[in-house]
C-alpha cells in the first residue's frame, strides 16, 4: 500500500527511497554520533527511519514526539 496513515515498516511497501534509505544505513553502520533525518511533513521520514534500522538489525529506540501535546512531560 503506498499510501497510509501509518510509516512503512516492510521494504517492498517503500517506493522509489533506495538512494535516501542506503544513505542512511550507511550512516548508521558507520557509527555517526547524530543522523539527521529532515523534510517537510508525510514525505516518508518516520518509514525511512523504521525500514533503515531493520535492515541494519541491531536494536534501536525509536520516540515518536507525535503523540505528545504540546506542554506535556514524559512521566
Do not use: N, W
Not at 550507511?26 to 539527521?36: H, Q, Y
Not at 533525518?37 to 541491531?58: A, C, E, Q
Amino acid at each position: 500500500m503506498y499510501f497510509g496513515d501509518r510509516p512503512k515498516v516492510r521494504t517492498e511497501d517503500f517506493y522509489d527511497r533506495e538512494d535516501e534509505l542506503r544513505k542512511l544505513v550507511d550512516s548508521l553502520r558507520k557509527g555517526s554520533a547524530l543522523t539527521v533525518v529532515k523534510g517537510l511533513r508525510r514525505l516518508g521520514k518516520s518509514s525511512l527511519m523504521l525500514i533503515g534500522l531493520s535492515k541494519l538489525g541491531s536494536p534501536h529506540l525509536l520516540i515518536d514526539c507525535r503523540q505528545f501535546e504540546e506542554g506535556a512531560h514524559l512521566p
